[in-house]
């Protein structure tokens, strides 16, 4: 099964771009690479997926390699808002089909 | 439009006892999935439910169950409770199955505490 490595904490300073890197070398051809975060006492939230080229949305960008073995979301100028644990996730198989696998996430700490 | 709806968004319950949990996707949805919060074991896949069937299930034992109705609110099911089941569980609602290239929406969650 497709796994990612996250590092466990990155730290921004408020209105400086982040970039959250994820490795997926055992990616498959036709998996999709999704970010959600998380805030505190929250359900996670989606935040962009893409299969193969680099993507943007109102929220963040996603830049894949590409090899696809990793990706990293970028937030273009982090806000105290965005202090969340970020997982990047693969599909990974389970007993009878398909499941989102989050991992540990990568928590990041923003400071003004 | 309305996101993810889950009920109760708290409960304490006794070790034994039998709890339910429910959630109402987003209108027009028809995959609503459910997870496992830990401090410990962070997010953990639970089942996914389509089109009222069981399509994905996770590693957890058959205490858990649940189902979906014909207007796709969930129903997720423990029965005879442990106090390793009190966790965060999130349900997740999407338009096609998990993983694929739509994005999950997820509700609050209901924190189970179990005594």
């Known amino acids: 099964d497709a796994k990612t490595t996250q590092p466990n904490s990155m730290e921004s300073n408020e209105e400086e771009p982040v970039h959250l890197p994820c490795n997926h070398s055992?990616?498959?051809?036709?998996?999709?690479i999704h970010w959600y975060r998380q805030l505190p006492s929250q359900g996670p939230e989606y935040v962009i997926h893409?299969?193969?080229s680099n993507v943007n949305n109102r929220m963040a960008s996603l830049a894949i390699a590409e090899d696809r073995k990793s990706s990293t979301l970028i937030l273009h100028r982090a806000t105290l808002r965005d202090a969340a644990v970020y997982y990047c996730?693969?599909?990974?198989?389970?007993?009878?089909?398909?499941?989102?696998?989050f991992g540990k996430g990568t928590s990041l700490l923003v400071t003004p | 439009k309305a996101g993810v709806t889950q009920t109760p968004r708290y409960l304490i319950k006794t070790r034994g006892q039998q709890v339910t949990l429910s959630c109402s996707p987003i209108s027009g949805h028809r995959s609503v999935s459910w997870y496992q919060q830990t401090p410990g074991q962070g997010l953990q896949f639970l089942f996914e439910?389509?089109?009222?069937?069981?399509?994905n299930k996770g590693n957890f034992p058959g205490r858990f169950s649940g189902r979906q109705f014909s207007n796709s609110r969930s129903e997720m099911n423990v029965s005879t409770l442990e106090l390793g089941d009190s966790a965060l569980y999130l349900c997740?609602?999407?338009?096609?199955?998990?993983?694929?290239?739509?994005?999950?929406?997820f509700g609050q969650g209901t924190r189970l505490t179990v005594v």
């Open positions: 055992t990616i498959s051809g036709t998996d999709y």
């Open positions: 997740a609602s999407s338009l096609e199955l998990t993983g694929l290239s739509t994005e999950a929406f």
């Open positions: 893409g299969l193969t």
């Open positions: 996730i693969l599909r990974v198989r389970s007993n009878s089909g398909y499941a989102l696998n």
């Open positions: 439910y389509f089109s009222e069937t069981q399509r």
